[in-house]
């Protein structure tokens, strides 16, 4: 562990607080103005939470696994967009350099991702290039002195606030696959790389993603991540069985947030003459919602807790997203079905998180790519 229990209690117990009383009352704000207010920003980073798995010697917090998802289980009671503000430094954005970057590298940002004075963006995704990573095309051409960058990368989360982008580039075009594709650390402000307008999006308002443009970007050498060619896919994908972690606590938490609002509701609401909670079919939603949304919890402690025993968690990873996405996707069904007619209408709560939900089942990887990562690995794994 890398806080005590006492300290980790203590952040657990001012998440779970801040989460109730200061970002709660936001949700309906937040949704209408698709924005955080700046103060939130402000707070959010006096607390630390942009560095939850930033390790201590750069300014965050380096929480271990296991303690990275019993915070997002507390902070991902709430609207997802809160959490998107610091997934990014937490998870894709920061991950590829705290686990492949050079000393340098690290130096130069994570204190500034740590503090969140800094916001990082994770580039992989293409117009042409979605759950065929390994088939992207933006090119990373060698030039003296450095690389000039050139393609567009698509729906990046956070880029429109990024200082900071981790991006997957093509350094050798004779290798169409994962091999000719390198990471490099670029700024925003750097010539060349411009961004798209903001993306309307079918819910999860207040987090924002566009697209990311390189038009003869040049950059120095020192920014190609860990100083290597050729290992930007591997990074990607260790990274994202870190985040598909994150994800599934994120999921878990929304699940338990949107059964405790229907169990509320369906004590309160009486239809023929006694509290809908009482009939025996609405139990039966509940008692479903509560059993998978336990499963999902197990499997995401467990998963983590093999995480940090150094295993490789690549299959259980994907285990827990798939199962964990598709989870919330059925809880925030029955939770619209549990409050009937006013689960439908626009911004009662409810709605908006059927909508929001619905993205978990596609980023960070389909749920489709999952089956194929976990299917793959178990016919790799009998030799
Ligand atoms: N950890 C470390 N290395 C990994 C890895 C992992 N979890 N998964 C794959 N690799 C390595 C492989 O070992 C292989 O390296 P070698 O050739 O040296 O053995 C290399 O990466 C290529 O892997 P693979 O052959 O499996 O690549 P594929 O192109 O067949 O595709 C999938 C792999 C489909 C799993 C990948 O493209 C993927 O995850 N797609 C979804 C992308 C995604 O999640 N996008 C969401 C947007 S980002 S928010």
Redesign the pocket.
Known sequence: MALDSETMQGLLDSVTRFVRERLRPLEHQVAQEDRIPPEIRREIADMGLFGLSIPDEYGGLGLTMEEEVRVAFELGRTSPAFRSLIGTNNG?GSQGLIMDGTEEQKQRYLPRLASGELISS?A??EPEA??????LKTSARKVEGGYVLNGTKR?I?NAPHAGLFTVFARTDPSQP???GVSAFLIEAGTPGLSLGPVDRKMGQSGAHTCDVIFEDCRVPADALLGGREGQG??T???V??R?RLHISAVCVAMAERVIEDSLRYAVERKQFGQPIAEFQLVQAMLADSRTEAYAARCMVLETARAKDRAE?V?TDAACCKLFASEMVGRVVDRAVQIHGGAGYIADHGIERFYRDARLFRI????SQ?QQ??IA?NMVKALG
């Open positions: 894709i994770f992989l995704t979605g759950s065929d990573a390994a088939s729906f989360t696959g994962a091999k896919f591997r990607a994908m260790k994202l069985d985040g490789d690549a980023y960070e990887g389909t790519i194929i990562v793959r």
